[in-house]
């Protein structure tokens, strides 16, 4: 079975630019998570899909950040504009219910 | 607001020492408790869990936690580590019932040198 599925895995991007985050979860799971770890703090919790819908949003930092889930299969992280407290690395898991959730390896966003 | 502590940000131990590792979290009610690990240059992998039953709870490569409601504790435990078992340990709380968020603590990185 294959894992949780991240790309890309590095991105280095310059403030004021856009980028896109992709996750593809574990197949038929139906809830997604997005985290956050910022410079070795803890690991934030961002937003929570179940299939197409965001079931909790609460951890989104600001309107820069914008999720996507359309069909309920892979999603997307876009951060426009980026700013420099943006970098980090950014995890997406996946869960078949509200049980254990399987981490992908991380994107890790750097911007300059 | 809820929070997980972990006490140690940076652990050093010789292969077959004993290692503990703590946790405490400040919800009080009802909590699912994890362990995941990062070993370097992987992803996070679930050590353990805690959903309910018996409060000792084994995890994958001798790894074993205990839940002890009364001190909100679950303490990572493993009697003798290995070289191998250099990595970031991660504890982890989620709130039961309609609350799928994980909230986690800071990380502790275990160093072992052989």
């Known amino acids: 079975e294959a894992g949780v599925t991240q790309f890309p895995s590095h991105s280095v991007i310059e403030k004021g630019q856009t980028v896109t985050l992709r996750c593809d979860p574990i197949?038929?799971?139906?809830?997604l998570y997005w985290y956050r770890r910022v410079m070795g703090k803890e690991i934030k919790f961002l937003l929570h899909f179940v299939k197409e819908s965001k079931q909790d949003e609460s951890g989104m930092p600001n309107n820069r950040f914008l999720a996507e889930r359309t069909g309920g299969t892979y999603s997307t992280l876009k951060v426009q504009p980026a700013e420099l407290e943006d970098s980090g690395v950014y995890f997406c898991?996946?869960?078949?219910?509200?049980?254990?959730?399987?981490f992908g390896p991380g994107t890790r966003l750097t911007v300059l | 607001a809820q929070s997980v502590s972990q006490h140690n940000h940076h652990v050093i131990l010789s292969e077959a020492a004993s290692l503990e590792l703590g946790c405490n979290y400040s919800y009080g009610g009802t909590v699912n408790l994890f362990w995941y690990v990062q070993y370097p240059g992987q992803h996070l992998q679930l050590l353990l869990k805690?959903?309910?039953?018996?409060?000792l709870v084994k995890g994958i490569k001798g790894f074993e936690a205990e839940f002890i409601k009364s001190k909100f504790s679950f303490n990572l435990r493993k009697p003798s580590v290995q070289w191998s078992d250099t990595a970031e340990y991660f504890c982890a709380v989620k709130r039961w019932g309609g609350y799928n968020k994980l909230i986690f603590g800071a990380g502790t990185r275990l160093a072992v040198h052989p």
């Open positions: 197949s038929g799971h139906d809830n």
């Open positions: 805690y959903f309910s039953g018996d409060p």
């Open positions: 898991a996946s869960s078949p219910a509200a049980d254990t959730q399987y």
